[in-house]
């Protein structure tokens, strides 16, 4: 049932597609690749194309992007709009840069309303489609069996102990917002990064990669003293230091300049996008290498600034990630066959 | 026939060690694999009626078996992960076609299930890399709920794959299907839920000695429980259960203090972890436990020591931190100052605080928290213009997203007697919150209403606050508030209890009743309302109730201060005799609030009649600066 429905939203979506190619073809300075406009899967070119990415990156990081007339963003909303599931996704794919650059020019006080506009309409598909819901899981109880468990002497008191499941908030419930206010500013980011999330798989890598970036920026905190971490090494640690404080002065006052406030309404999606970035891709992918790196570094920079925030739930959540870098470097790989120059039979 | 196959597979297996990849994968190609298979099959069935345990067809089956699965990690070497991934199916399918009825006991300790294991594992591995995740999914599922006679490492490592599987590679899973519905058992309904399933199985067998410690493992799990908010406890539970020695003990209390969510237990914890004969200087603990300290009056000079030693400790090395040190350190001298009960004392404290901070933001000009903090402490020092500076940076750095930072900004402007400004921050604010966020704010702009004698426009204020108020009560429970105002939510009772001090001041009694009856509700009997109660008569010329009302107030609680400046001020009216009494109580309140301007008026008083003109100059004068200083709620 499913494949057919599918191939009914592609052929439905490919009009779509071939239109939103035809309306970006007008806003871009250059012409948008021919790979892309004579494709036989226009949504999935528009997803996958670097060339025409990098065209759209380029045009969202102007100065003057992010404003109410802006073309490029009333292309992005218009095409989040036509509610097809792979135009979507071309939305969300430039979500990294549009919420980073968004976010940088809050304190500038420049027009923003066509990045809003866009992150609105992403908000309130994601406040539909849960329904207003929050998310919730059961946390297990061991004391239950389970698929993967069974128990030998289940408990006798069924009702009174405490063995009902733990149930814990992921994503708070959603208000429809119809601007957006300061004080939600953070909530409406954060939802469209669970929603990005959740279609992760389906991004390139260098939509993650952007978002690695980004990450770096908004710590605004230099990661580079947790390369080794949990292990110091004092005295290579003092002579990085010295390092910095020589030649990379200049380079931390650039980079502290986007520095955000982060908190858990963004930092977790944060987390979970940045967790799939270095556990959950294939790292023998020669695409993935850059990739990876990249999202240690940003894991390494948000764990500086838990640090300065003193913030005890985002420095244990990042702290094991940057454990689980240190682990994944000692990794053995238990399907090889032993090491052994003696011939078995 | 069957003896060129094996020597095939051999020389496939040695060409595999010595890493020549494509040549191995030529061998194996030239295997017939599915007539070996055949064979196989028909020896395992003849073996079933004949003889036992016999080294002959096992060792030809585990030759055949291994090649196929070299083959497949040859094909996974060069890169072609989708026939390797449709080859290590062909192994399993293999093993289930040779035995049909499970694998021989005989065979669990040979190469043979070696490389079943082996098998096992890579499957889902391979589907993965190769995108397939349905499939990696159900060859998981296939993994850990068919009895393949895997030992227990083997499981264990299987299970850590797969929760690492549902927990990073962001692909959604359906949840698994449960063939038998046994009452109370638990069923993951999702990615998150299966996997914190799984490794806290994997934890208890840690824990029983049946798989050997992975790290990672619990590594994870924090990372997992993290990610559902509150479900510190369930983690702290997990750390407890862990056999002692695994985690190294001031690590475990370490993270035990990270997901604490009581003060005193993060901080007994942290003090072990800090202990001389452990590791005094670890820095992450230093912040942590002056952090919780700077958060209780009471604890704040224990927390400038552990500050200090976090700067110490940045002197050699941490350089990095050495601004969030001093932070931290200004905040606890901050902290320590508002419950010093020498003046002397409090304002030495107060300028150890604002030195430590703006120190820190010298090192850390762009830390939009540290502004913030900075402003506070200028503002608590009186420092009002650069507070409004400080005050006014962050809610730009911020976008104006939060809210602590708008309210600051108005509080400063009613301290400088700016009510109208204030007011206009107030409604900028209200602007950028949405409805149901907006009470606090609410109840400042009723006050600051009050302040410019705008009665009724704060009458007006009040009753949308009472109607937020109601309709939060209504959907309570359906609608989750977010963050920012959890900790902040204005009651009910306080704004009856402000409604009625409102209408008291008007003279309305009737009003200030009903709003006083309402607040007894909530809260039947307590300080405040006794106070205003006390105010009403006090108005109406009934003074001996006042007093009566007053004293009950502070039967109540013996430290509340507005009550104790009623009853001064009324024992001042009463002649000479009562003067003692009435410089008892105000001295008093002022040890308790020594900012409060209505007590030094009184007092001012006090020392007038008593003679004392100069005491009564200096009181009069302390109340009138503060009065051009005095914000509208406390900083």
């Excluded at chain 1, 999935?44 to 109410?68: V, W, Y």
């Excluded at chain 2, 479900?231 to 997901?259: F, N």
């Excluded at chain 2, 003109?613 to 900083?635: C, K, N, R």
Aim: proline content about 4%; aromatic content about 6%.
């Amino acid at each position: 049932m499913s494949t057919e429905q599918q191939r009914v939203s592609w052929s439905d979506s490919f009009s779509d597609a071939q239109t939103a190619i035809q309306s970006l073809s007008t806003i871009l300075s250059s012409s948008v690749p021919p790979t892309v406009s004579s494709s036989d899967s226009p949504a999935s070119a528009l997803l996958n194309d670097p060339q025409l990415a990098s065209q759209i990156s380029h045009h969202l990081r102007q100065p003057d992007s992010g404003s109410g007339d802006n073309q490029l963003c009333r292309w992005l909303y218009d095409t989040f709009h036509t509610s097809k599931h792979d135009l979507q996704l071309v939305v969300l794919r430039f979500l990294p840069i549009l919420a980073g650059v968004y976010l940088s020019r809050i304190p500038l006080r420049k027009p923003l309303a066509g990045f809003e506009a866009v992150l609105l309409a992403i908000y309130a598909h994601e406040t539909a489609s849960r329904n207003g819901q929050p998310i919730t899981v059961n946390i297990a109880d061991l004391s239950h069996p389970s698929v993967y468990h069974e128990i030998k002497h289940p408990p006798y008191k069924t009702t009174a102990t405490s063995t009902e499941p733990n149930p814990a908030v992921i994503s708070p419930g959603l208000e429809p917002q119809g601007t957006i206010r300061a004080t939600k500013r953070a909530r409406i980011i954060g939802v469209a990064l669970e929603l990005y999330y959740s279609k992760i798989v389906e991004m390139p890598v260098q939509s993650k990669l952007d978002f690695c970036e980004f990450c770096i920026v908004w710590a605004g905190e230099d990661g580079e003293f947790y390369k080794d971490y949990p292990d110091y090494d004092d005295n290579k640690r003092r002579e990085e230091e010295d390092d910095h404080i020589e030649g990379g002065e200049k380079k931390m006052k650039e980079k502290k300049e986007g520095r955000i406030l982060l908190p858990w309404e963004m930092m977790q999606p944060i987390l979970r996008i940045l967790g799939h970035c270095v556990m959950g891709i294939n790292k023998n992918d020669e695409k993935n290498k850059d990739l990876h790196e990249t999202a240690c570094c940003a894991i390494r920079s948000l764990y500086a600034r838990a640090l300065h925030d003193i913030n005890p739930k985002a420095i244990l959540a990042v702290g094991s990630l940057l454990k689980l870098i240190k682990y994944q470097k000692t990794c053995v790989d238990h399907t090889e066959l032993p090491h052994t120059k003696v011939i078995h039979l | 026939m069957k003896k060129q196959q094996e020597a095939q597979a051999l020389i496939g297996r040695l060409e595999y060690q010595r890493g020549n990849v494509e040549a191995a994968l030529k061998v194996f190609e030239g295997i017939d694999i599915p007539a070996a298979i055949e064979r196989l099959q028909s020896i395992s069935n003849d073996k079933k009626s004949g003889s036992h345990s016999e080294s002959g067809p096992q060792q030809g089956a585990n030759l055949v078996l291994e090649a196929i699965y070299l083959k497949t990690k040859s094909l996974q070497k060069l890169n072609r992960v989708n026939d390797a991934a449709e080859e290590c199916k062909k192994v399993l399918d293999a093993v289930e076609k040779i035995f049909p009825h499970g694998i021989p006991d005989a065979f669990v300790e040979t190469k043979l299930q070696e490389t079943i294991s082996r098998a096992v594992q890579l499957l889902p591995q391979l589907w993965a890399e190769a995108g397939c995740y349905q499939e990696a999914v159900s060859s998981y599922r296939r993994a850990l709920l068919t009895q393949w006679n895997l030992d227990n490492e083997c499981c264990a490592r299987i299970q850590t794959n797969f929760a690492v599987f549902l927990l990073y590679s962001g692909v959604q899973v359906d949840p698994p299907a449960t063939s038998t519905q046994i009452d109370r058992t638990y069923v993951p309904k999702n990615n998150l839920e299966e996997a914190i399933l799984l490794l806290m199985i994997l934890m208890r067998k840690f824990s029983l000695g049946k798989a050997k410690w992975d790290p990672t493992v619990v590594e994870h799990l924090t990372f997992a429980l993290s990610i559902c908010s509150l479900q510190s406890t369930v983690l702290a539970k997990q750390l407890e259960e862990v056999i002692p020695g695994v985690i190294h003990r001031v690590q475990l209390w370490k993270t035990l203090a990270l997901c604490c969510n009581q003060r005193a237990t993060a901080l007994d914890l942290l003090k072990k972890a800090l202990h001389k004969h452990e590791k005094p200087d670890d820095i992450t603990s230093l912040l942590l436990a002056a952090k919780l300290c700077s958060e209780d009056g009471f604890l704040a000079a224990q927390g400038t020591e552990y500050a200090q030693r976090a700067v110490d400790d940045c002197k050699n090395r941490n350089q990095d931190l050495k601004g969030v040190c001093l932070r931290v350190s200004g905040l606890c001298y901050g902290k320590q100052a508002i419950v010093s009960s020498s003046d002397y004392e409090r304002s030495r404290l107060q300028s150890e605080a604002l030195k430590s901070l703006e120190e820190a933001i010298d090192l850390e000009p762009d830390n939009s928290d540290l502004v913030f903090e900075l402003a506070i402490q200028y503002a608590m020092h009186r420092d009002l213009n650069n507070a409004l500076r400080l005050s006014k940076q962050y809610i730009d750095a911020t976008g104006g997203s939060m809210l602590k930072g708008w309210r600051l900004l108005a509080l400063i402007l009613s301290a400088q007697q700016r009510f109208q400004e204030a007011e206009v921050v107030t409604s900028a604010a209200l602007d950028e919150t949405a409805k149901w966020d907006q009470g606090p704010l609410l109840r400042l702009k009723a006050k600051l209403r009050i302040a410019q004698s705008r009665h009724m426009d704060a009458i007006e204020t009040y009753r949308q606050l009472l109607a937020l108020i109601q309709a939060q009560k209504k959907s309570y429970g359906s609608v989750q508030t977010t963050n920012q105002v959890e900790d902040d939510r204005v009651n009910e009772y306080e704004v009856w209890q402000g409604l009625a001090n409102l209408y008291s001041s008007l003279s309305r009694w009737k009003d200030a009743e009903i709003c006083l009856e309402k607040a007894r509700e909530i809260i039947e009997c307590s300080s405040e309302t006794l106070h205003v109660e006390g105010t009403i008569y006090q108005r109406r010329g009934e003074i001996d109730e006042a007093l009566a009302t007053y004293v009950n107030s502070l039967l109540l609680e013996a430290s509340y201060v507005p009550s104790k400046i009623s009853i001064g001020a009324i024992m001042s009216d009463r002649g000479l005799p009562m003067l003692p009494v009435a410089r008892t109580m105000l001295s008093d309140a002022l040890r308790l609030e020594p900012t409060n301007r209505m007590a030094w008026l009184h007092l001012g008083h006090v020392h007038k009649l008593d003679g004392r003109l100069s005491d009564a100059i200096d009181s009069f004068q302390a109340a009138s600066m503060l009065e051009e200083s005095d914000p509208i709620e406390s900083f």
